[in-house]
C-alpha cells in the first residue's frame, strides 16, 4: 500500500503565491509517476501537473507559466510552486502516484484564492 499526504493548503489573494507538497510512502518503486490534479466544486477533477520517473514534467495550459512542480526521488516527495494565483485556481488540490496499473491519491489540500 502506498500513502500520500498533501499539505500547504489555504486562503490567498489574487497574485500570490503558495506552495503545495506531497509526501508519500509505503510500498513504492520505480519507475512510477507523479501528478497535481484539482477540483473545483461542480466540476471534473483535472490534470494540473504530471511529473514523471525521468523527471519529465507537463502542465495544464491553464497553468503553464504560474505554477512549478517538482519531485524529490530521494525522498518520495512531490512539490508545486504555484505563483500568480488566480481566483479560478481555487480547488482541492490532489497529490496522485501512478506505480504500476495502480493508482494512489491523497486526501487532497484546500485553495482558495479571494480576488
Known amino acids: 500500500q502506498v500513502q500520500l499526504v498533501e499539505s500547504g493548503g489555504g486562503l490567498v489573494q489574487a497574485g500570490g503565491s503558495l506552495r503545495l507538497s506531497c509526501a508519500a510512502s509505503g510500498s513504492i518503486f520505480s519507475p512510477n509517476n507523479m501528478a497535481w490534479y484539482r477540483q473545483a466544486p461542480r466540476k471534473q477533477r483535472e490534470l494540473v501537473s504530471l511529473?514523471?520517473?525521468?523527471?519529465?514534467?507537463n502542465y495544464a495550459d491553464s497553468v503553464k507559466g504560474r505554477f512549478t512542480a517538482s519531485r524529490d526521488f530521494a525522498k518520495n516527495t512531490m512539490s508545486l510552486e504555484m505563483n500568480s494565483l488566480k481566483p479560478e485556481d481555487t480547488a482541492t488540490y490532489y497529490c496522485?502516484?501512478?506505480?504500476?496499473?495502480?493508482?494512489?491519491w491523497g486526501q487532497g489540500t484546500q485553495v482558495t484564492v479571494s480576488s
Open positions: 511529473i514523471t520517473d525521468t523527471g519529465i514534467t
Open positions: 496522485k502516484l501512478i506505480q504500476g496499473s495502480d493508482n494512489y
